[in-house]
């Protein structure tokens, strides 16, 4: 057995579940994997929901395609300022802490985590939606 800990920051404008007419966003995806299993595979929104501005569902803390939970559910900060689109924002960025327990017996291990972002209606989409990871962490716990 493994854990597996790291602070994951999305940054800018995620659009969560959202998948708009004729694919030109969303769904903003994010997945980990371990040794080639998905471990997650889940949206993130980082809106504001404020009168007058959309409120994209996230999946997040569950796994993609559920979708009802609000934005920036489980973030532990969301008064980060934004990288790109949003950097003149702060609060562009939310920060989430990510704790996996995962069943591992082997010599070595392999974490991957990767994106599915669309966004076809900017100049920049990766500006426009990004993420960074930090502090990651690999515990072995020995169960008896």
């Known amino acids: 057995m493994v854990e597996v800990t790291f602070d994951l920051y999305i940054h800018d404008n995620w659009d969560g579940n959202i998948q708009m007419q004729d694919n030109v966003a969303g769904p903003d995806i ?21 009168p007058g501005n959309i409120c994209p569902p996230q999946s997040y803390p569950a796994d993609y395609p559920n979708n009802n939970q609000n934005p920036r559910v489980g973030s532990v900060n969301v008064k980060l300022p934004g990288v790109c689109a949003q950097a003149k924002s702060p609060t562009g960025t939310s920060l989430y802490k990510i704790k996996k327990r995962i069943a591992h017996t082997s010599a070595s291990l392999l974490i991957q985590c990767d994106d599915k972002l669309l966004q076809k209606n900017v100049s920049d989409p990766k500006c426009d939606e990004s993420w960074s990871v930090d502090n990651i962490k690999v515990r072995v716990i020995n169960l008896k």
């Open 30 to 50: 994010w997945r980990m994997q371990v040794d080639g299993k998905t471990y997650i595979n889940t949206t993130f929104s980082n809106a504001e929901c404020v």
